[in-house]
């Protein structure tokens, strides 16, 4: 009995240390790098699985859920802006007959609506009688780098303004936003005009985005519709004042409907030092160009929120044990004792759970992804794109291993075709960091492209230019999805992967001289391995017999590799008069419980204000491991408190 307890002993103190026996016999133990590398890795695992929180902060403050900002192309850009015709000619009744050529008067579904474009121009910029106003007909779009169009007209005093202009100021008498829209009262669709009149438009007012961003725009603006036969009305007062580009999309499904839309008005420019050219008003002084108050609004989004923030606390809690041992860890680090270090994503696929809560998390970027390609051009689109893409990167990259995962639930094959059970290894911190940055760089730059295919969603009504039809402001039915488009890109990164990790894997076999697909074989004999179960045709625990500790015939597992496969070993907290009588005995000697590591955190910090205790998976006898009998106590002791301990090997 003495001899077995000094070997039990040793062994204990050898295992505590985490040092594992090679195939040729040698012993080695984690280098400093090594444990510094597993500690940063635990500590950027913590970070993704805390980004979901920082994620809804970051989209939350942009207005992901509901949200208006100003967004404008500006007229110097030859990208949006185009000449169509300089031939119109204006006066106060409308367009001087036989001055707008016939591909101009075509541009709209009918000839009367062209006229009665030109009555309400003359109306609303007060022409004098006997004077024409040169008129140019422009284009913002009508491209097939962008398939969307607006009808812009440019008003001269007495010559043709450019519609791209690079000559700095131009005068202007008025400016004519056209697009198409829907009201309920016209099913077949309308046009809706939105005008600057120089000489009664003057006053500005400040307009606020959800973001806080500030712009200047031209006060007390207005909106008239005209209809196919010609007729011309103020736009109807309602929730649609205004308002063109009423887009669809479920992204999520229909209950978490995104709708978009667009307010025409016309901004002024602040500074101009970096623009090319403008257009002026030669007697308000006031440089403007038009753009569109842009909004969405998500439905349901409560139920989003809530549960993000529920799923993100869950992965947290779930997660918490893992960051609690690596924090012990660093403290041991930085004071020079022995730790217990790991690399907590290479037993990820013991944690199912916590990778499903992960992915959940994660879930809701697929809706905020939609959302900022709406907002294409405007800094907090830009800043809801970077956390949309991080956090889709992250979500592809969970649900890749996900898959990999469940391929371990395909039955083994028949033992006469191997030499005991096989499997193919790969690193998972490799394979999810080079799929997080893989995915994030194959997909960060299409936000104008998604952001061109939102708004060429099917629509009606819009403008017939270079002889095809152009989609303005009528949408007769959803957008396509943005992750649609981006899954073919996104697939092809996660299994390159998936195969770099696992060339990195057997590499490291091959130079270590060891097999490229490690045997399974010899945790039939270990006990606890036996009862956690053994990984079948691919894994990233470390199951190859060379990370176990072999003595005679018993293979011990390490406490490292105990975490991995998701359990911990637990010691009461023991009085002094304890300590006093058992000071004289190593506590690795005694029986030490085992847990699941979700249930870690809870014992640690809970366990003095709560009753509940966790259950106990067994017990770690002088590097024993003994499954509970039906007359064992399930759960940890009520009438104790516990600490996490390093444990110790066991077979």
Same mark, same amino acid.
């Given at each position: ?37 597993r ?10 699985? +805390? ?20 967004? $404008? ?35 709209? +579904? ?5 006229? +009665? ?38 008003v001269g ?26 009201r ?22 400040? $307009? ?27 736009? &109807? ?9 009423? &887009? ?11 709708s ?55 992965s947290?809690f ?32 013991? %944690? ?35 956390i ?52 994030n ?27 095809q ?7 007769i039915?959803?957008?396509?999805t ?5 899954v ?45 179960g ?36 637990v ?73 996490l301990? %390093? ?5």
């Amino acid at each position: 009995m003495w001899l077995f307890n000094r070997f039990s002993s040793s062994i204990a103190k050898y295992a505590t240390s985490d040092k594992s026996v090679r195939g040729d016999g040698s012993h080695g133990q984690a280098s400093r790098t090594q444990i510094w590398y597993r500690i940063i890795s635990n500590l950027i695992a913590g970070g993704l699985v +805390a980004l979901s929180l920082l994620a809804l902060a970051v989209v939350m403050a942009q207005g992901v859920f509901h949200r208006d900002a100003l967004q $404008y192309h500006y007229q110097d850009n030859p990208f949006y802006w185009s000449d169509f015709g300089k031939d119109c000619l204006l006066d106060a009744n409308g367009f001087v007959p036989n001055t707008c050529t016939f591909k101009e008067i075509n541009v709209t +579904a009918t000839p009367d609506v062209w006229r +009665a474009i030109g009555i309400h121009l003359g109306t609303f910029l007060q022409v004098p009688k006997g004077k024409r106003y040169p008129v140019s007909v422009c284009w913002q779009g009508a491209t097939s780098s962008l398939g969307w169009a607006t009808l812009e007209l440019l008003v001269g005093y007495d010559y043709y303004p450019q519609c791209c202009p690079q000559n700095k100021s131009q005068p202007i008498a008025g400016f004519i936003n056209i697009e198409s829209t829907s009201r309920i009262e016209y099913p077949e669709g309308v046009y809706l005009l939105t005008g600057f009149a120089d000489k009664l438009t003057n006053y500005t007012t400040t $307009y606020t985005a959800t973001d806080g961003t500030e712009n200047l725009l031209v006060d007390n603006m207005g909106h008239s519709i005209i209809t196919l036969n010609g007729s011309i009305h103020p736009d &109807i007062e309602g929730p649609k004042w205004g308002m063109t580009s009423v &887009i669809p999309i479920t992204p999520l499904g229909r209950r978490y409907t995104i709708s978009s839309y667009n307010i025409a008005s016309f901004f002024v420019i602040t500074d101009t030092s970096h623009l090319a050219g403008w257009s002026t008003g030669l007697h308000s002084k006031l440089h403007i160009s038009p753009g569109w108050i842009c909004g969405h609004e998500v439905d349901n989004y409560e139920e989003i929120f809530l549960m993000q923030v529920v799923f993100s606390f869950i992965s947290i809690f779930l997660f918490w044990g893992d960051i609690y041992i690596t924090a012990k860890g660093l403290q041991g680090v930085l004071h020079g004792k022995p730790v217990l270090t790991y690399d907590v994503l290479s037993g990820l696929e013991r %944690r199912k759970f916590l990778m499903f809560m992960i992915t959940l998390n994660s879930m809701p970027s697929i809706l905020y992804i939609d959302v900022a390609r709406i907002y294409y051009g405007t800094d907090g689109g830009l800043k809801m794109w970077g956390i949309a893409v991080l956090s889709l990167s992250v979500l592809s990259a969970f649900v890749g291993f996900i898959i990999v995962t469940l391929i371990q639930y395909i039955p083994p094959p028949p033992a006469t075709l191997f030499h005991g059970h096989r499997v193919i290894t790969f690193s998972a911190p490799v394979f999810l960091y080079i799929s997080i940055i893989s995915v994030n760089f194959a997909i960060n730059g299409d936000m104008h492209d998604l952001n061109i295919e939102y708004n060429n969603a099917p629509s009606g009504m819009g403008f017939w230019a270079h002889n095809q039809s152009w989609t303005s402001g009528i949408y007769i039915a959803e957008a396509p999805t943005a992750i649609h488009s981006l899954v073919p890109k996104m697939w092809a990164p996660v299994v390159l992967s998936l195969v770099a990790s696992i060339i990195y894997s057997e590499l490291k076999l091959v130079v270590g001289g060891r097999s490229t697909f490690a045997s399974t074989e010899w945790m039939k004999a270990n006990t606890f391995l036996f009862t956690c179960g053994a990984p079948r045709w691919i894994t990233s625990m470390p199951v190859a017999a060379h990370n176990a500790i072999k003595i005679g015939n018993r293979w011990f597992c390490k406490p490292s590799t105990q975490v991995l496969f998701g359990y911990v070993s637990v010691e009461p907290i023991a009085t002094s008069k304890v300590l006093t009588e058992l000071s004289t005995v190593k506590s690795e000697e005694g029986p030490v419980d085992l847990i699941s590591i979700y249930d870690l955190g809870w014992t640690i910090l809970c366990d003095r204000w709560f009753s509940y205790r966790p259950r106990r998976i067994g017990v770690n006898m002088k590097n024993k491991f003994v499954k509970l009998t039906s007359t064992d106590n399930p759960r940890l002791s009520k009438s104790k408190n516990y600490t996490l301990t %390093r444990g110790s090997a066991i077979d």
